[in-house]
């Protein structure tokens, strides 16, 4: 059974016959681009479940690609960065990123990111209770998965949507930084917390009108983040 279409991009066809093998044999149909120009094309064109984004490419880079693919999509897109070049992954994840996998990887550590990215996506998109939630100007249709300030609709990735769906399902309550690591990422990144403020920072650039005095997303210093009772 095939289990969804992931765009393998990178300028080196070796490489994107080496990933879509290990890709193919776990049951996924796989589409390549060899540039950004052509991965941003496919994706407005064609319907594609994960896109796996080298950083270094021609014409359009790695990071360029994702910011023009978030305009208009919210296709959940892991960074392939190079070893140890913690900037590379910092900066794919401000631009859009839902996660990133650091060369050299493994067929195990490859399919397990994809596996995880997509269970996200699917939980984002599988909200099926007509419910509308308000928390003062921020608005959320379950139902649609879409998300609303002040009336105008904002796009959000898959990951940064689950993230918010953390918040207004545990409204009032203070989530430690392990639980929503654990509850969004999964088990495997307790430990991981740059990429969970990295997509904090993300969100509230998003969703606050001064991200620096945040009333949707707040720091309890030493303890967490919640979304307050607006009447606190």
Known sequence: MEKGTILIVDDEPRYIQLIAANLVVDGFSVVDALDGEKAVEIVSEEDID?????VMMPKLDGFETCRRIRGFSQVPIIMVTAKGDESDRVQGLNVGADDYIVKPFSASELLARV??????????????????????????????AEVFLQDEKILLSATEYRLLLQFSHNKGRILTTEELLSSVWGDGYKNDKEILW???????????????????????????????????
Do not use: W
């Open 50 to 54: 994960l896109v796996l984004l080298d």
């Open 115 to 144: 596996r995880a990215v997509l269970r996200r996506s699917m939980f984002s998109r599988d909200v099926s209770q007509p419910v509308i939630f308000n928390h003062g100007d921020l608005k959320i249709d379950f139902a649609r």
């Open 198 to 232: 990295v997509t904090i920072s993300r969100l509230r650039s998003k969703l606050e009108q001064d991200p620096s005095k945040p009333v949707h997303i707040v720091t309890r210093t030493g303890m967490g983040y919640t979304m307050p009772n607006l009447t606190e």
